[in-house]
Every structure is written in structure tokens, then in C-alpha cells.
């Protein structure tokens, strides 16, 4: 095979993929990744591809980062305070975030302080009903003592 056939076949096999995902449709997700994730819940996924593909896609968190200048920026949050002895971080929620509404919920109220607990309990308390929701593997109740 001559050299410009060879190229043409690189670039043609190449745009393949950008085909697919146009032809996806406004309904479908198309996500690329270099492995596979073990789920979409980065509360019980340890793994890159996961955390990757499911909380920095699927959900707000309270601060995200710069990618650029690796800082923290509000998200949830629009501020944050530590207090000087590192104990205690004060949140500033923000106002008027609506859950996603669909078939199997539908939200009766905007995000708050309750969420945020929801959450790190979840996380945190062996005992909570959610703790080892979708056969979680981590153990983070230990990680979370240690940071208490």
C-alpha cells in the first residue's frame, strides 16, 4: 500500500469514532475512557476511571479545582472558611440548585445543608442505611475517623 493510501486510511479510520458519536442522538451518552469504570458512583468507586467518569460528569460537588492553577473553586459552595485550628471548614451553600427531575423522582425541594450531611454520613457511618449502597467496596468509615 502506497504511503497516501496508508495516510488516507489513518485519517479516514481515525474519524470513525466522531461518526458514532454523531449519530448517537440527543438521548444517548457518549463517554471515552481508557478503562472501564466499576461504577458511577464515586462514593464507592476507588478506582481513576470511575471517580473520572462519574463525579467530575455526573455530579456537583462543593468545590471543584482549577485545573490550570490546581486551587479550589466554588461549585455547591461559594465560600469557605477554616477555622484556625483546621478543625472546622464553614460552607456557604449555593441557592436555588435543583435536583435532577425524572420518571422515578421528583424533587420537592432545592439542594441545602441536609444533602451535604446525607452525604458525608453516607460515607462516614458504618450504620447508615445508605453506607453499602451498590455492594460499596471502600471502607471509608475508617479513612473518615481518622480525619474527625
Not at 16 to 35: I, K
Not at 49 to 69: G, M
Not at 128 to 142: A, D, E, F, I, L
Request: aromatic residues 10%; hydrophobic residues 35%; glycine residues 4%.
Amino acid at each position: 500500500m502506497s504511503t497516501g493510501k496508508t495516510t488516507l486510511a489513518l485519517l479516514l479510520s481515525a474519524l470513525l469514532p466522531a461518526g458514532a458519536a454523531w449519530a448517537a442522538g440527543n438521548d444517548t451518552l457518549v463517554y471515552c475512557s481508557e478503562a472501564s469504570p466499576e461504577s458511577f458512583n464515586p462514593q464507592i468507586a476507588s478506582s481513576g476511571p470511575s471517580f473520572v467518569a462519574s463525579s467530575q460528569v455526573l455530579y456537583n460537588r462543593l468545590v471543584s479545582f482549577d485545573p490550570v492553577k490546581n486551587t479550589p473553586i466554588p461549585s455547591l459552595a461559594t465560600e469557605w472558611h477554616v477555622s484556625e485550628d483546621g478543625k472546622t471548614w464553614t460552607f456557604t451553600l449555593r441557592q436555588g440548585v435543583k435536583f435532577n427531575s425524572n420518571k422515578f423522582f421528583k424533587p420537592t425541594r432545592d439542594f441545602n445543608a441536609d444533602d451535604v450531611l446525607f452525604s458525608v454520613l453516607r460515607q462516614m457511618d458504618p450504620q447508615h442505611p445508605y453506607h453499602k449502597v451498590s455492594q460499596g467496596t471502600m471502607n471509608t468509615s475508617t479513612t473518615w475517623a481518622s480525619i474527625s
